[in-house]
């Protein structure tokens, strides 16, 4: 079975500050992992994944993340964050071998002018 | 491209009422299907998935059932709802052996029971 632990609940931080959201995962197997957003009131919107290859993964505005094997992460960040950005934020981990995710409990980020 | 639909967007329900949110999936075929919970200030849980027609596997157990009668049609029920039962539910899709099992998500309903 897999699980992630999402390290922060609450993230503040001002607009055009860098941001970097942790996330660590456990698994015996190969795993592919996930970034997800959810806008207040929305579902969630898939920002990026690693499947293989590259560990550095680029997604949507402007969010990239890390795959570290040796250190189970796959932490996310953004150089630079907008107002716009003020979301929670969910890491996933699937094994590959069923049809699920598990889901971290979430990371609020808040942006502040 | 695909395309996941789930009404009502919004749903206030007395205490032992029913309840039936319904999802449809389009522009592909065979998916899995998903729904989840979200309930005020915590994760995703995972509540039912289907692999195909009439297949439905529950994460755990509640007062919520789930049923599949058309391929790309799922659909959340409950007899009578409990206080317990309110929350953000979110239906899902993926497809079969695919990109690492992605998941796509509805734009959520939101249930309060009252």
């Known amino acids: 079975a897999q699980s992630v632990t999402q390290l922060d609940s609450q993230v503040p931080v001002f607009e055009e500050a860098p941001v970097e959201l942790r996330c660590n995962y456990s698994?015996?197997?190969?795993?592919?992992l996930f970034w997800y957003v959810q806008y207040p009131n929305q579902g969630l919107q898939l920002l990026l994944k690693?499947?293989?290859?590259?560990?550095l993964v680029k997604g949507i505005n402007g969010f990239e993340a890390e795959f570290n094997k040796s250190q189970t992460s796959f932490h996310l960040r953004k150089p630079s964050v907008h107002i716009s950005d003020t979301a929670e934020y969910f890491c996933?981990?699937?094994?590959?071998?069923?049809?699920?995710?598990?889901f971290g409990a979430g990371t609020t980020v808040t942006v502040r002018a | 491209s695909q395309t996941i639909h789930q009404w009502p967007a919004t749903l206030v329900q007395p205490v032992g009422s029913p309840l039936s949110l319904e999802c449809t999936v389009e522009?592909?075929?065979?998916?899995?299907l998903y729904w989840y919970r979200q309930a005020a200030g915590r994760g995703l849980q995972l509540l039912f998935y289907?692999?195909?027609?009439?297949?439905i596997s529950s994460e755990v157990p509640q007062n919520l059932s789930a049923s599949r009668p058309q391929d790309r049609q799922f659909i959340l029920s409950s007899k009578k709802l409990l206080l317990s039962d309110s929350g953000f539910y979110l239906c899902?899709?993926?497809?079969?052996?695919?990109?690492?099992?992605?998941?796509?998500f509805g734009e959520g309903s939101w249930l309060t029971v009252v």
């Open positions: 899902a899709w993926s497809v079969k052996g695919g990109s690492g099992n992605t998941i796509y």
């Open positions: 698994s015996s197997v190969s795993v592919y």
């Open positions: 690693y499947l293989s290859g590259s560990t």
């Open positions: 996933a981990v699937s094994g590959g071998v069923d049809y699920k995710l598990s």
């Open positions: 522009g592909t075929s065979n998916p899995n």
């Open positions: 289907s692999v195909g027609i009439g297949q």
